[in-house]
């Protein structure tokens, strides 16, 4: 039987998974010690200051430790999980020596140490380019090998070292299904186990449709007999009706991307002064052309809804007044106008509100942003925002419409100089073409930093997008 020999543990420290950010929330282990992981095996969700994302480990090996249980908040360079490695082999590229120990040496806190140049850890769908791009098949660990590092664990914590015991372990069990993460979601929310999903797509990844058919699987009588299958998932019972002779209070720890959100908005409030203008506009054309387009072949598949028009209303109106796509740099005592829009879509999620943005969204067709708009909804209900797509905005639009809100006087996101803000759409009365009929109204709000926009520039824009909904072809005579 084979054993782990020169066995050693690496240490994968909590990555700086955005732009700066200094902490991130452990939400949940997906691996316990004992465990097989392979290069590129995601062994914990972690949550940002921006998003909540999944962490690969870098290398194959055994669990030896978790540093931290769910819920807690950890620094980045941080330790958090130790992997016993098989091997006297060096360490893989940028994997500082000192994360490297013997397996029977006590494990000692370590001081977080700066990385290396080298390989670092990275995001799902964000790693270090390799001369391949297609997944390497997993590779099932030796049984004894497993059964031995996860005795080789408990011995240590009883402060001896244990002698070499075979163990036996189905290798099989150690493998983490393939699959994408908003399949994994969708598995988890109709509770299905992956394990247990037949995988039809590339290299046996799960795909969606797996996972719709092992749910019918499960509802349907099977005619053989089979191992019990896990009950159905009943639905939650709705939460018992507090009583405020009981309960005066509730406790809400802010942290995560909604202790960021206030951080931010807190900032921007005192920092920039803010103005807010407004306007109501007909918008009965546009919702025609909307119900047009969908109709259209050119945009079959696509998501088309008032909110498209908007933002490529906004769109042609920074193209008409550029000065407003700008930012303020305090340091230097400049204003930095942009060339290009990355235009912020604000969106609710469980989390908190979040502002994804589309990256040069000046650059895009109609379809383009019809698309683009798709995918940043998609991602944001899934909760796999990536921080990148939360960096670098110019420009805002909040749909408070979709609460029934008529507008709202909505805050700068930080280092931007304009938000709009987008009423609920519903018949009013209005004056048109000199008689008094029922006609699709809204209100929009436009907010801006005055210290670089004054109130010419910020009226002309919002007009502007005004004059665009009134009469949707003027996106083409103004584009």
């Keep these: 039987m084979t054993t782990m020999t020169n066995a050693s543990v690496r240490e994968f420290k909590m990555p700086d998974v955005g732009e700066g950010l200094t902490e991130a929330e452990i939400l949940k282990w997906y691996v316990q010690p004992g465990d097989t992981v392979t290069d590129g095996q995601v062994v914990c969700e972690v949550e940002t200051a921006k998003a909540a994302v999944e962490l690969p480990i870098p290398y194959d090996g055994v669990v030896r430790a978790l540093h931290f249980p769910e819920g807690t908040t950890v620094d980045v360079g941080t330790s958090i999980i130790a992997v016993e490695v098989a091997g006297g082999a ?67 914590l009883n402060g001896r070292t244990p002698a070499p015991e075979p163990v036996a372990e189905p290798a099989a069990a150690r493998q983490r299904p393939l699959a994408k993460p908003p399949v994994r979601k969708l598995a988890k929310d109709l509770g299905i186990d992956l394990a247990t999903v037949i995988p039809t797509g590339p290299d046996g990844i799960i795909t969606r449709e797996d996972v719709h058919a092992a749910v019918s699987a499960t509802q349907a009588p099977e005619p053989e007999a089979q191992a019990p299958a896990p009950a159905p998932v009943a639905p939650a019972a709705a939460p018992a009706p507090v009583s405020y002779d009981t309960v005066r209070e509730t406790r809400i720890p802010v942290k995560g991307v909604r202790k960021a959100t206030a951080a931010a908005m807190v900032g921007s409030a005192f920092t920039a002064p803010h ?107 899934e909760g796999k925002t990536s921080p990148s797509a939360m960096q670098g905005g110019t420009v805002t639009i909040t749909n408070v419409g979709v609460f029934g809100v008529d507008t709202g006087t909505p805050i700068l996101n930080p280092g931007e100089s304009a938000i709009l803000a987008v009423g609920a759409i519903k018949p009013q009365p209005w004056v048109h073409k000199g008689k008094v009929k029922p006609r699709q109204v809204t209100t929009l709000a436009l907010s801006f930093d005055h210290r670089l926009v004054d109130g010419e520039l910020g009226s002309k824009v919002l007009a502007d997008v005004a004059a665009i909904l009134e009469q949707p072809k003027r996106l083409i005579t103004w584009a």
């Design 90 to 156: 060096a360490p893989a590229a940028g994997a500082p020596a000192a994360e490297t120990e013997p397996a029977s040496a006590p494990q000692e806190p370590q001081e977080p140490k700066a990385e290396g140049s080298g390989r670092q850890p990275v995001l799902v769908g964000y790693g270090v380019a390799t001369s391949a791009t297609r997944r390497r098949p997993r590779k099932a660990a030796p049984e004894a090998s497993a059964g031995q590092a996860a005795v080789s664990v408990q011995a240590e």
């Design 275 to 381: 103005v807010t203008e407004f306007v109501t506009v007909d918008v009965t054309r546009t919702m025609k052309l909307v119900e047009e387009l969908k109709e259209d072949k050119e945009f079959s598949g696509l998501r088309v809804n008032p909110l498209l028009l908007i933002a490529k209303a906004l769109l042609v109106a920074i193209r008409r007044n550029p000065e407003i796509n700008a930012s303020w740099d305090e340091a230097a005592q400049e204003i930095v106008v942009k060339h290009y829009v990355n235009l912020g879509i604000a969106a609710a999620t469980p989390r908190g509100l979040i502002v994804p943005n589309i990256k040069d969204a000046h650059a895009k067709t109609l379809p383009q942003l019809a698309e683009s708009l798709g995918e940043l909804v998609s991602t944001a209900r």
